[in-house]
């Protein structure tokens, strides 16, 4: 795979992910996260680690921030590809008034990119 096919694939990967955390469809979230993906950052000031099942079920009871007309703010700060299946991909993303910046490490498996770890930390509230 040339390296802008290898980035256009992941742009897309990233793009899922952003519409996920605006739309809170869990229909896609097999799409974006991998069954084993793990899930680490500091809510009320303790870490919390998430595997894929606890992370599904603490989206399953968010409102949408769709549903809430909350402003769409995403922004990918950085893309680093290790290898053609491995890639860290630096964002910025607001989900309702809480402004994240997450560190997503993708693997390629079976052709698409998935999420299988991520360091979320809380920027801001707006």
């Known amino acids: ?41 500091f809510r009320d000031g303790k870490m919390v680690c998430w595997p894929a099942g606890a992370y599904r079920e603490v989206l399953s009871q968010r409102s949408s921030p769709k549903s809430l007309g909350a402003p769409r703010q995403e922004e990918i700060l950085l893309i680093d590809f290790a290898a053609d ?18 560190h997503l490490s993708y693997h390629r498996i079976d052709g698409a990119w998935l999420i299988t770890a991520k360091a979320f930390h809380i920027e801001a509230t707006v």
């Open 1 to 41: 795979m040339s390296m802008p096919e290898r980035l256009s694939s992941l742009t897309q990967a990233v793009q899922l992910y952003f519409d996920l955390m605006y739309e809170i469809d869990l229909k896609t979230f097999d799409r974006v996260f991998a069954p084993t993906v793990q899930l680490h950052g």
């Open 85 to 102: 299946t491995q890639a860290l991909v630096k964002v910025r993303v607001r989900i309702a008034s809480t402004l994240f910046v997450d």
